[in-house]
């Protein structure tokens, strides 16, 4: 399992680093790869060797981890360089053959145009290959100025260009020309929604968590399959245990992903349809994802599409988390209890746990008891973790999204490195973390701009963000000893 795990993130870590920066420096993929998946193989390689319960020591990982990030983020900037002093061509002929201008220079003069010094004086455009910069001094409001900047470009240019509006150095913000990969009518573009594909993975998907559900807790509601799984293949309606498990699952992830799906329709964001991954073992799948096919056109876009999907999937995990807690049975604490020991779970492993699980058993749960979970409970659980794993401000993560569109994309960075690090930290101190920790060491820790990612959100929204990072805190950090006396004494 632990390899199997390690491969997926690996080659998910590969894709995203192709698609996030291969085209913007010389440095090969494979070495950008192997830098950021140095930690995670040294993390991988030790607890092979010695065991989980023998961790490697905080100061070496701490160490390794900033080495590979700067090491990662030089490589980079030293490909960036290369291509940026790559040598031009001899001759003019083979200039315009390699690299085309992307502006003649009438249409240069026509792009001057369209930016009107009420709202952004422009005071030069540098033609980076196939890119404009323009660069000048914002008159007015950034949305005002993006606005009618990007209406008039598309004025005289038509969607010839992706308008992009990002922060720069001393709080001057600068405009971006990209050619859009869509201006060509004649290139045929891809199915956005494929219903029958969705619906496919969906019922497989079901079949598979039911699966998972049945030998996962057959010890508890089908004694004969634990005896004998073969029986499954014989008589098929033994898997009827295992739906409230796989529909209590499903649904949560479910409406996770129509969250998103639902706010990138809003605002006209081109999205696929949720699609399910089935897996027939862990537990039953790795969850749902949907792609986004378009730019974000703004930060409270980013925002909005982001964190849909937590707070709806939370929506409906935290009743159906209670509703399996009150079917669940409360037993005396041993040794093995934890936080992820469904047959012994340390109900006061978390603040958020430690709240819902006194309210749906009361006075049932002291201070010494554990509680072995429904199975309903166990999906409801899983939906807690699903959420804080994806409020963890990294990245493309849903909370990556929600700080970039807070704080911006530079100060999301930062954060983010934050929070690689404080999980790696927790890891040492929780070998519950362990995964999360190598899964988040995995992950780029930039996001992609908004086209207009210079307008900052409204106080309402960042109120909002902050509650989310609060949910997050209160999932993730035990709770302290005061709050388990209040509830639990």
């Known amino acids: 399992m632990t390899l199997l795990f390690l491969l997926l993130l690996g080659l998910i870590t590969y894709f995203i680093v192709q698609r996030g920066v291969a085209s913007s420096t010389n440095t090969p993929v494979w070495i950008l790869w192997l830098v950021m998946m140095t930690p995670a193989l040294a993390w991988t390689v030790w607890i092979w060797v010695q065991g989980e319960e023998n961790p490697p020591p905080l100061g070496v990982m701490v160490a390794l981890f900033v080495f590979s990030s700067m090491l990662y983020l030089y490589l980079i900037q030293v490909g960036r360089t290369a291509l940026q002093n790559k040598p031009e061509p001899e001759s003019e002929e083979e200039s315009k053959a390699s690299m085309p201008a992307p502006l003649s ?6 792009l001057q145009q369209c ?5 952004y004086a422009l005071h030069e455009t540098e033609c980076k290959g196939p890119v404009v910069i323009c660069r000048g001094q914002l008159r007015t409001s950034s949305d005002v100025a993006y606005q009618t900047v990007r209406e008039k470009i598309e004025a005289q240019f038509g969607d010839r260009f992706l308008i992009v509006f990002q922060e720069g150095f001393e709080s001057k913000p600068f405009f971006i020309l990209i050619p859009n990969p869509q201006f060509q009518a004649k290139t045929p573009q891809p199915r956005l929604t494929r219903p029958l594909t969705a619906l496919g993975l969906l019922a497989l998907t079901v079949l598979t968590t039911t699966l998972m559900g049945t030998l996962a807790f057959s010890d ?3 004694p004969e399959v634990e005896n004998n799984p073969n029986l499954l293949l014989q008589n098929p309606s033994l898997l009827a245990p295992g739906l409230p498990y796989a529909i209590a ?3 949560i992830l479910g409406i996770h992903e129509l969250g998103h799906y639902l706010m990138a329709r809003r605002y006209k964001i081109k999205a696929t349809l949720p699609y399910f991954i089935p897996v027939p073992f862990f537990l039953g799948t790795f969850g749902a994802f949907i792609q986004i096919r378009s730019p974000m056109p703004n930060r409270k876009a980013l925002f909005d599409v982001g964190i849909a999907g937590p707070l709806a999937g939370l929506v409906v995990t935290i009743p159906i988390f209670l509703w399996g807690l009150s079917l669940s049975d409360v037993i005396t604490a041993s040794e093995n209890t934890s936080m992820f020991n469904f047959d012994s779970l340390n109900p006061k492993a978390t603040v958020l746990l430690a709240i819902l699980s006194k309210i749906a058993l009361g006075h049932q749960l002291t201070a ?9 409970a166990v999906a409801g659980f899983l939906g807690l973790v ?3 794993l994806n409020l963890i401000p990294v990245g493309q993560l849903d909370g990556g999204h929600v700080v970039h569109a807070m704080f911006g994309q530079r100060t999301a960075v930062a954060i983010g490195q934050v929070s690689r690090l404080l999980v790696l930290i927790l890891a040492f101190l929780r070998q519950e973390f362990l995964w999360w920790a190598i899964f988040l060491l995995l992950m780029p820790i930039a996001d992609e701009p908004a086209l207009n990612d210079v307008t900052e959100l409204d106080n309402g929204r960042d109120l909002l963000g902050l509650l989310a990072l609060v949910i997050l805190v209160m999932i993730v950090l035990p709770a302290p000893p005061t709050l388990i006396e209040w509830f639990y004494g």
């Open 386 to 388: 699903i959420t804080a």
């Open 249 to 251: 699952l499903m649904t």
């Open 220 to 222: 508890r509601v089908s």
């Open 115 to 119: 930016f009107p010094w009420s709202a």
């Open 105 to 110: 220079v009438e249409e240069q003069r026509q």
């Open 368 to 376: 010494d008891m554990a509680v072995n979970l429904h199975p309903v």
